[in-house]
């Protein structure tokens, strides 16, 4: 069976598009540029990295964009008083407080006092019971560029079983929901499930999103399945699998160069002539979580502009 790899580029560009028709619509409506603030505490390299690209994502766009980056000393009542700040705001239509904070912050104190009409990131209580209930302004980003992928494709998932390894707030939960309501069959699995290959094998749709690097093996592998991987690791040589350290590979190049490479859950090459589609790490779905996240500070704009909900509606 020929596999075919889908780039997250290429279907983040499609989404780009779609966004940028809308945007042009709503700034000649309003006026208004869409604005998104994210806050960041401390100096974790990642998170600093994937802040820029946000940053940088916006301006390419359109969109107003403003980091607000806090020292490690930050305390929870400084951060919440930032935050409200930004609540008041009208011209930041979207909050995003990068993960993860210093252990001294209340992560969930903190991230419940974002308005909800804010919450781009789709964490709050609001947020998540809204999704629950199917009438969803905007889901959390991975999962819904992971549905814009089933779009990208005209994959329709409805009746198909969908096995999602991982059960994280911020990915398998809201998944699994997004799959439920697109009619799909869900099951999800995660450290503790026995025969956890025997249950993926099951699956018409596999999505992992443990950070176990090369959890998912071909004996995870229905033939014929969809694989998303969302699983991403930085690991070292003398914890890669053969594969990895090819003379040619982009991972031994990656090794060679910046002494680790960034892999995902899934050992990729094995799954190769028995997936029907697959994503790669890096370049799957890594580009569609930061594109969705404009989709929904857009979606957010156009609803405090006063734009009917179910215009925005998105299941």
Known sequence: METQ????????????????????????????????????VGEDPASQMYV????????????????????ETTTTPELLGIIAGL?????????????PLPAAIDKTTVLDSIDPIKDVDGFLPVSTGRLVRGDYRWAACTPAGVMKIFEYLQYDVSGHEAVIIGRSDIVGKPMALLLMHAHATVTICHSRTRNLSEVARRADILISAMGKPGLVDA???????????IGTVRITPDQAWPELLEPESVWQ??????????????????????????????GG???LTITMLLDNTLKAAQLQAGFEEDELHVG
């Open 5 to 40: 790899i889908i780039y997250g580029k290429e279907v983040a560009e499609w989404i780009q598009e779609d966004i940028r028709s809308r945007f042009d619509v709503f700034q000649a409506r309003t006026g208004t540029v869409p604005g998104l603030a994210v806050v960041i």
């Open 285 to 287: 779905v890594g580009p």
């Open 52 to 71: 820029k690209s946000k940053a940088k994502a916006c301006i390419k766009m359109g969109f107003h964009s403003e980091v607000l980056e806090c020292p």
């Open 253 to 282: 190049k990656s090794f060679e160069k910046k002494g680790y490479a960034t892999v995902g859950d899934v050992k990729f090459q094995q799954l190769l002539g028995k997936a029907r589609y697959i994503t790669p790490v890096p």
């Open 87 to 99: 609540n008041h705001r009208a011209d930041i239509h979207a909050i995003l407080v990068q993960l």
């Open 219 to 229: 004996s995870f592998c229905k033939e014929g399945a969809c694989v998303i991987d």
